[in-house]
């Protein structure tokens, strides 16, 4: 476990959190608990502010609610000087029991009901991002209702969409969140809005995927959509002053993320802008961002009691002296399973024989030393051997597959009792069972 911002094991070898002992937190309000570090959500906030800034143009940052919303974090917020972003009635309504700014609200949703924007109108927020067409007409109808205008963005999809270290261009028409930058009557969408009496545009919404771990993928994207806004200048005379690049910047979950600093990567955004300023003089005001799990991601802690204590699966031969170290320090005895690679993966209708050798899931039951393995599990003192756990595929759509494994699993056991002497008492084929999602999906009924 990767502990970040003030917390660590004190001298009593308990979680600490902000100096205040988690068992202490428990005794006092019970499990499951949330219990969020403060300072370090206010240290990250602040390095933010200092990287997202420019002097050619005007900088936003507008805290995601998404990512975890309460009325103290609302007032975090608004110490901050941060915007907020909602996308629901009951976030705007926390929002605004809170006594925060309405005219720093941001209001987001691919699909939002008459009553959310009714709502958001009547509080008169900030802005709303018009996610399709049809929210166009919806939102007009409730300005001309309640006689008000209502400043909008009008949220697009580049065509990247971006993941880790991976990231793909597409044509973003078959995306459910925003209007293509591809779609050929995005021009009559943008005028439409750009003359309506009931809109004020104030520019363009994208978000271009989660956890994202290079500053890359956002310029890719700011690269499309300010050559499009070059484009509604010379061609339709309007000028876009705002871009709002949205969150995804990646945090660290396991050992295998390795997101970039997120100060280093904000820099990297406003150089990048800096250039396309540069570039085009369309008269471009402000570049936005929401960063949500990026601010309270590693801020956050949930605490559980445990109810109780079954199987463990080993998945690997370290695990194996792990577990025995814990059990020797607690005095403990653990039942396990091991986790075994029989040859099969499955999918669908397809299955392939392999080694197992070079699956990340159990070890292979060709590997040679695992005689050796399983004699050490049974003989030890701390773990109490019951038996095989596998795994062999999802979206498995014929039992046969299940049945192959379990033959390469039972002429195991058959050998295990005949040359060691152990008697294998379970085995626990795992999941993996199909289910119908699609026309061309047709799993037999699971009975």
Do not use: W
Not at 162 to 175: D, E
Not at 390 to 396: F, P
């Amino acid at each position: 476990m990767k502990l970040f911002g003030t917390s660590k094991v004190n001298e009593n070898g308990n979680l600490e959190i902000g100096g205040v002992d988690t068992v202490s937190l428990v005794a006092e309000h019970s499990t499951p608990l949330y219990v969020m570090d403060q300072t370090l959500i206010e240290e990250t906030i602040d390095s933010m502010k200092v990287a997202f800034k420019s002097e050619r143009f005007e900088t936003q940052i507008a805290y995601a609610g998404k990512a975890f919303l309460t009325m103290a974090m609302v007032k975090i917020v608004d110490e901050k000087g941060l915007d907020l972003d909602v996308v629901s009635e009951g976030e705007l309504y926390t929002a605004y029991k809170a006594g925060f700014p309405m005219n720093r609200v941001h209001m987001h949703g691919n699909n939002k009901t008459t009553r959310e924007l009714e709502m958001a109108i009547e509080l008169g927020i900030k802005e709303i991002v018009i996610d399709n067409e049809d929210e166009i007409i919806k939102i007009e109808n409730i300005c001309r209702k309640k006689n008000k205008k209502q400043a909008v963005l009008l949220r697009i999809d580049p065509g990247i969409e971006a993941h880790t270290h991976q990231y793909i261009k597409t044509s973003g028409l078959t995306s459910k969140f925003g209007i293509s930058l591809f779609q050929k009557n995005l021009f009559d969408i943008v005028k439409r809005i750009n003359d309506s009496e009931f809109f004020e545009f104030k520019g363009f919404h994208t978000h271009i995927g989660s956890q994202i771990f290079q500053s890359a993928f956002f310029m890719f994207a700011l690269d499309e959509i300010f050559k499009y806004l070059d484009k509604l200048k010379k061609e339709l005379g309007i000028i876009v002053e705002t871009v709002n690049m949205g969150g995804g910047f990646g945090v660290y979950y396991t050992e295998e993320d390795d997101p970039a600093p997120i100060d280093e990567v904000l820099k990297e955004v406003i150089t990048y802008t800096e250039a396309m300023e540069i570039k085009y003089r369309i008269g471009f005001k402000t570049l936005c961002i929401e960063p949500g799990r990026s601010i309270v991601g590693n801020a956050g802690t949930t605490i559980y009691s445990v109810g109780g204590i079954k199987e463990t699966v080993i998945d690997n031969e370290d695990e194996i002296a792990k577990i025995e170290d814990i059990c020797r320090e607690k005095g403990k005895k653990q039942a396990v399973l091991l986790r075994i690679d029989p040859g099969i993966e499955a999918h669908t209708h397809q299955y392939i024989k392999t080694s197992g050798l070079t699956s990340k899931f159990g070890i292979s039951l060709f590997q040679k030393n695992l005689f050796d393995i399983v004699k050490r599990i049974n003989d030890s003192e701390f773990l109490e051997f019951k038996g095989f756990h596998t795994h062999i595929g999802s979206q498995i759509f014929q039992s046969a597959f299940f049945m192959f494994a379990l033959d390469e699993i039972f002429k195991y056991l058959d050998r295990l009792k005949k040359e060691l002497g152990i008697i294998v008492e379970t085995v626990n084929m795992g999941g993996g069972f199909g289910v119908y999602y699609t026309e061309e999906d047709d799993p037999a009924p699971i009975d």
